[in-house]
């Protein structure tokens, strides 16, 4: 079983950037996705990414102002936030999907990191 480790989140004004990586213990051909989720609310989907890179989703609320990656000879992903709102504020969670195809929704994952807490101020 894979672990995942997120890291990079942080308090930031409206309108900053942040960076957030996750580290895979393990090397994998899956897909890997970003979710956050706010307390009291279903986990939503950021961001998604398929093992070569060549394919990358994104939720609507996020499209143009965040960007994913991952480099596989580090067994990281990373997830590129720019231009930050009061709604991009939640838990980070990165995951692990069940297979090569693109992740979309939580159903797709199968293993899930911590999370890394993101504020953003007003």
């Known amino acids: 079983q894979v672990q995942l480790v997120e890291s990079g989140g942080g308090l930031v004004q409206v309108g900053g950037s942040l960076r957030l990586s996750c580290a895979a213990s393990?090397?994998?051909?899956?897909?890997m996705g970003w979710f956050r989720q706010v307390s009291g609310t279903e986990r939503e989907f950021v961001a998604g990414?398929?093992?070569?890179?060549?394919?990358?989703a994104y939720g609507d609320s996020v499209k143009g102002r965040f960007t994913i990656s991952r480099d596989n000879g580090k067994n990281m992903v990373y997830l590129q936030m720019n231009n930050l709102k009061p709604l991009d504020a939640g838990v980070y969670y990165c995951?692990?999907?069940?297979?090569?195809?693109?992740?979309?929704?939580?159903?797709?994952?199968?293993?899930w990191g911590k999370g890394t807490l993101v504020t953003v101020s007003s």
């Open positions: 995951g692990q999907g069940r297979s090569v195809r693109i992740i979309k929704s939580f159903y797709d994952i199968t293993d």
């Open positions: 990414i398929t093992y070569s890179g060549g394919t990358t």
């Open positions: 393990t090397r994998s051909t899956s897909s």
